[in-house]
């Protein structure tokens, strides 16, 4: 149901164009590995996401599950809240760990935070926190990379300005795109595969960024 929204809605507010390397696909059990630039673009992301067939459980701040109607699709889909600060964070490499077991796709923003700048512009991805390492090295589950650009066009800055991006969005129709990688199996010890994990989204998210000339692509 939330790919399916997603899908739905995001055409709406802007023009997603979505391309993949030769040979790229998502594998049955594999961690999805983002960039994260603001609010839009989980839902960029899945839309994206459906266009290749992938429907993944979500690992997302759990304070979305405190929200009425989004909460209760959340639980009954089997995302994952990730409870940051918490004594409970732990948990949500646990429940990514069943998923995965389970054959499905879990999408992870490595980041662990959206960045605090106030403009629109595109930059690369922060360093990356170790608990995709960690999962990774739990579960032997390949890595695919994603890097996208656009949704900072959607949604960035202050609460009033995200407001007025996302009210003005389906008239500025902002361009919108998402480039997914090849699958890698990381290797070496937690700070080895962090990189690998990091080096491949930036990949990703540079291609994507020079797909809209982004200065950020060339810059990075």
């Known amino acids: 149901m939330l790919s399916r929204l997603a899908q739905l809605l995001v055409p709406t507010f802007g023009h997603v164009r979505v391309t993949t390397e030769p ?16 609010l839009a673009d989980p839902a ?4 994206a996401l459906r266009r290749c067939g992938v ?5 997302a ?14 639980v009954r889909e089997g995302h ?3 409870h940051r600060g918490d004594r409970r964070a732990a948990e949500a490499l646990d429940h990514a760990a069943s998923a995965l077991a389970a054959g499905r796709s879990v999408l992870m923003y490595a980041e662990g935070g959206i960045p605090s700048r106030r403009d629109a512009a595109e930059a690369a991805p922060l360093a990356f926190r170790s608990g995709l390492a960690r999962l990774v090295a739990r579960t032997g589950a390949p890595v695919v990379p994603v890097g996208h650009a656009g949704a900072r066009r959607i949604t960035s800055g202050g609460t009033a300005k995200q407001v007025a991006g996302l009210v003005t969005a389906p008239l500025r129709r902002p361009r919108l795109h998402v480039h997914v990688g090849r699958p890698l199996e990381l290797t070496g010890d937690t ?3 962090t990189r690998q994990a990091h080096e491949a989204v930036t990949d990703a998210w540079r291609t994507a960024a020079a797909r809209l000339r982004e200065p950020a692509a060339r810059a990075a």
């Open 23 to 38: 040979d790229a696909h998502v594998p049955p059990g594999s961690v999805i590995v983002a960039n994260h630039t603001s």
């Open 44 to 47: 960029v992301v899945l839309a």
């Open 55 to 59: 429907e993944p459980v979500v690992m």
């Open 61 to 74: 701040a759990a304070g979305l599950w405190r929200a009425p109607l989004l909460g209760r699709l959340l």
């Open 80 to 82: 994952i809240p990730v």
């Open 191 to 193: 700070a080895a595969r």
